[in-house]
């Protein structure tokens, strides 16, 4: 499991901006530039350009277009991912069907969102995606994607649906019940603060439990985690804590 990047000592966390259309580099370039806690330190207009500035200037969080020449997206960060602390890698998406950005999360980039998110927003997804491990996830494409892997028209297109469910059953089969139920709300979407309160259970022990079930199911972060409950078909059609 790959290591949690720390922000420099200045408290400042770098981005790389990688994505093939100039102005929307700029204009991510001016949201995070606006932020006092965030810095980008370069920028990339293709995949293999983006790896290779990525692996130069070693920043906190990646920027990663899903769709672009050379090299994409996918591939992009497949390759960033394997390597020995890797950033975290947020994809960018035009569209909110996007196929190939669920298998970007099941490759385990930390979270994506549409480049129509909202400035603050977006700013908070880079923030919490260093600082408290949390996924960053359009909640628009959040819910097509539980709707596509729990049952929805991509699951019944694919003909590899039913190796990752029996793989994701046999990997849910190793934690413990309490376990289980913490792994199925994060495939709900909820935070830490939301499991603490519908579970009853203090904050540190949810964090226990969170990093418990990551090394137990091989996962690299939460957006794996719950994509593999997805897999398990344990998905509750209301994903709302009660």
């Known amino acids: 499991m790959s290591t949690t990047p720390e922000p420099s000592s200045t408290g400042t966390i770098s981005v790389v901006l990688v994505d093939d259309d100039a102005l929307v580099r700029t204009g991510l370039g001016l949201i995070l530039g606006g932020a006092p806690d965030l810095e980008v330190i370069g920028e990339a207009n293709d995949g293999r350009a983006g790896v290779d500035l990525v692996e130069q200037v070693k920043p906190d969080v990646v920027l990663m277009d899903i769709r672009m020449p050379v090299l994409d997206g996918l591939a992009a960060t497949a390759e960033l991912l394997a390597r020995e602390d890797p950033p975290k890698v947020i994809v960018l998406t035009t569209f909110d069907t996007d196929d190939m950005v669920l298998e ?114 091989g996962a690299g972060n939460r957006t794996q985690i719950a994509l593999i409950v997805h897999d398990a078909g344990l998905t509750d059609p209301d994903p709302s804590p009660s």
């Open 104 to 217: 970007a999360l099941r490759i385990g980039a930390h979270g994506f969102l549409l480049k129509s998110t909202r400035p603050e927003r977006l700013v908070e997804a880079v923030r919490r995606a260093v600082r408290d491990g949390e996924p960053s996830l359009s909640p628009s494409v959040t819910q097509q994607l539980i709707a596509r892997v729990a049952g929805g028209g991509l699951q019944t297109q694919d003909a590899g649906a039913e190796t990752r469910r029996k793989r994701a059953e046999e990997l849910l089969d190793n934690l413990t019940d309490r376990e289980r139920e913490v792994a199925v709300a994060i495939g709900q979407g909820w935070s830490n603060a939301q499991i603490a309160s519908t579970l009853y259970m203090g904050l540190p022990t949810v964090k226990a439990h969170v990093s418990r079930v990551l090394v137990k199911l």
